[in-house]
């Protein structure tokens, strides 16, 4: 409940203010039920005295007199009256719950997008030891968990603000009968919480489990599906899956029985008592029998209305336990800092670009870089080096030489532990000193990696990915594609640009999806393209061609490559060595051949 309680208080000021507004309507709905409730022993009272000896509420009598009812019998009047406050407090409870349902549905969207904007805003070292099931189930099934667990907490308010005002006038009209019935659901519910609560928390927590693992293993058959089929191992998948479906199942079939179950427990034994309570009062005063008829039918209605509203607060007291751990995670994630920019769309990419045309990429240094992840393990050691618009660098070593982790630092991805990273003369990192912004940085950068992430779509749609207005750009993107080395894919297909990719590009080849991502980083018009073994694919022939034609069209573009293949290298301007995260040697492809023995042995160099 505190985690819930806590997690409603970082909600949009919008937000609260329509909760707010829900509770003044859920306060002036329970006071109409109660009234309406009351309302039933006039009627009850006049039908059953047969000596007119009766006493009408000053209330009635001025609505009466003062109301066509003036004219009816004082029977049909009290019916009317009574009839009138039962359908007005249902059309209001009915506008409460949907009061309560709109609530749990704008509070779950904004917490769900406020959990998808601190994972698509975390720092990138975060993302690299997060775990994308632990993202997937929080936004999906912990979600869902958590909306459970928020109708719950409404049931509770408004179960408990209908039974105080049932209560009060119950209480007026019969406190015996009235405490007596209380009472008895009272210690009932306790004894019945109390039983329940633990195994609550342990089928939550094995939820939690079994929910993440869901995930986990439908995600595995996906991604690893040929290695499953060629493994043999799908029988082995669907125990696996089947094993963990019984327990998630079991455990949520669980706390649905034990959610539901008191309402049949509690249902003969409210009977029992008010039975015999009627029976006591009945025998002890015969002469008052009519006043404790109409005193009954009232408690009878009121009864009514009680049980299902503590059976209401039962329930969601039990979603609240029975979701605690989800409630708790989001928690955790939406309450850490954000450390980092958000402004990062394409359209705002664009629009800054447009807006620093005169303060185009002049240079990069990087000045006695060094960095270590978080769990200690150094990887780059004492990094110098600069480059200039429009040149051509390549950064070559063995595999784990630290060549990704000194890009990600060129692209205000990681930020050194020490040293610092200067562009276009002002201070990137280290971040406490930084005189600009780093969206300045990365507003100018096309990346391109090694596995090249498609979207299901149009190879057009994917060129131009993140821009909307790209079906007015068919010419340039048919331009880029060419320049791509997309020109056999085109031509072999009758839809051309909109040829289907397939879900993460499964009708292309390897080396086609890596053409795709070259062409993306084109078509952004940066100034600094960053390549990451992004062309691992191609064939020397392609890889040649498409080197080539980037560098004819865009001689201003700054390039840095990662290259295992170093032929396609062969002729930039400089050629940076790393060997176990420091940069060992550099010069031109023609001086590193002569003077490093380690340069010739890596060209030969053939990595697993």
Known sequence: MKNLI???????????????????ILVCASIIDAISVTALSPFLEILTNKNNNYEIPRVYQFIIENSFLSNLNILLSSLIIFLILII????????????????TKSISVEVSTNLFHKNVYQKYEDYIYSNSNKFVN??????????????????????????????????????????????????????????????????????????????RLLQESSFGFVEMILSSTQKKAIKNFRENEYILKSKIIGNQFLSLSPKYILEPLLIITGTSIIYVLVTNDVNNINKII???????????????????????????????????SILEILTKKDLCVKDNSYTKIKKRNQEALNNEFINMNLSNINFRFRDGNQLIKNINLEFQKGEKIGIVGTTGSGKSSLVNIMMGLLEPSSGKLIFNNKIIFPSKEANTNIKYL??????????????????????????????????????????????????????????QVGERGMHLSGGQKQRVG???????????????????????????????????NFPTLTIVSIAHRIQSIKNFDKIYILKDGEIIDSGTYSSLIETSIYFKNLIQYKPN
């Open 442 to 499: 990365q507003s100018k950068i096309s990346y391109v990696p090694q596995d090249i992430f498609l979207k299901e779509g149009s190879l057009a749609e994917n060129i131009a990915y993140g821009d909307e207005n790209y079906k007015k750009k068919f010419k340039e993107i048919k331009e880029i594609a060419l320049i791509a080395q997309l020109g056999e894919l085109l031509e072999g297909s009758r839809d051309g640009l909109n040829i």
């Open 6 to 24: 806590k997690l409603l208080s970082i909600l949009s000021k919008k937000t609260r203010i329509r909760l707010y507004f829900f509770l003044i």
């Open 294 to 328: 109409s005193s009954l039918g009232v408690i009878a209605l009121g009864a009514q209305k009680i049980l299902p509203v503590f059976n209401q607060i039962y329930g969601g007291i039990s979603s609240i336990k029975s979701n605690e751990t989800a409630v708790k």
């Open 88 to 103: 007005f407090s249902s059309l209001i409870r009915l506008y409460n719950l949907y009061l309560a349902m709109n609530m």
């Open 518 to 552: 070259i062409a993306r980083a084109i078509y952004k018009k940066c100034e600094l393209l960053f390549l990451d073994e992004a062309t691992s694919a191609l064939d020397n022939k392609t890889e040649s061609r498409l080197i080539f034609d980037i560098c004819k």
């Open 138 to 215: 929080l936004s999906t099934r912990q979600i869902e968990r958590f909306t459970e667990s928020l109708g719950g907490l409404f049931n509770i308010i408004v179960s408990i603000t209908i039974s105080i005002a049932i209560i009060i006038a119950l209480t007026i009209l019969n406190p015996f009968i009235t405490w007596s019935l209380i009472t008895s659901i009272t210690l009932s519910y306790f004894f019945i919480t109390k039983y329940t609560s633990s195994k609550f928390k342990l089928n939550d927590r094995l939820i939690s489990k079994h929910g993440k693992n869901q995930i």
